[in-house]
């Protein structure tokens, strides 16, 4: 499985945010996991390439409370993958 949290290792985020968003992953990761329990392993990677990327850009964009991050992050994957039960 590939290391996405390796993408929060920006030089654009300090080391207290790239811990939070790795946080904020995993606790998503967790919540969501067993949706993708029937999918392929590509999908599986994809979709958590999807929430890797979706804490990024709201990072990016001022969202660092972490239950609004989580909300959001949720919401990105939801609309990649419509028909699983997120």
Known sequence: MPQ??????????????????GDTFDAVWRMIEPAFNLQSQATIDDARTTLARAI???????????????????????????????
């Open 4 to 21: 996405v949290r390796t993408l929060f290792l920006d030089p654009a985020f300090d080391a207290d945010t790239v811990a939070m968003m």
């Open 56 to 86: 990024i850009h709201y990072v990016s964009q001022g969202i660092v409370r972490a239950d609004i991050l989580k909300d959001e992050a949720i919401r990105a994957v939801k609309l990649t993958y419509p028909t699983l039960p997120i």
